[in-house]
């Protein structure tokens, strides 16, 4: 079973900053996809931004816009989500997600990820 621990999250003021973590199992002798979703209110989960645990470029969906910087650490197995120039829009509870398969940002289908996290939230006030 594959455990996803997410910390950070918490309350900004628009245009500021938030980091946000999450705990990988090593998957080091098992490649997974990595990603952050996100459920913000009325609408449906959507794909933030994906890359592969064993390397390679990082994804991010298109209203991401350059704010957003996904990273992985292999040694710590901790996949981070820098958000930046936050907006009241970014407002929603953050999932960090992981599946061996590829997950694709673009087409953002939530609903056949296999591992997810508990979830943070995050608030932006204007």
């Known amino acids: 079973q594959v455990q996803l621990v997410e910390s950070g999250g918490g309350s900004v003021q628009a245009g500021g900053s938030i980091s946000l973590s999450c705990e990988t199992p090593d998957f080091t002798y098992g490649g997974h996809w990595m990603a952050w979703f996100r459920q913000t209110p009325g609408k449906e989960r959507e794909a933030v931004a994906a890359r592969y645990s064993g390397g390679g470029a990082s994804y991010y969906a298109d209203f991401v816009k350059g704010r957003f910087v996904l990273s992985y650490d292999n040694a710590k197995h901790t996949l981070y989500l820098q958000l930046n120039d936050l907006k009241s829009e970014d407002t929603g509870m953050y999932y960090c997600?992981?599946?061996?398969?590829?997950?694709?940002?673009?087409?953002?289908?939530?609903?056949?990820?296999?591992?997810w996290g508990q979830g943070t939230q995050v608030t932006v006030s204007s």
């Open positions: 997600a992981a599946d061996p398969r590829w997950i694709d940002v673009k087409a953002g289908n939530w609903k056949g990820i296999r591992y």
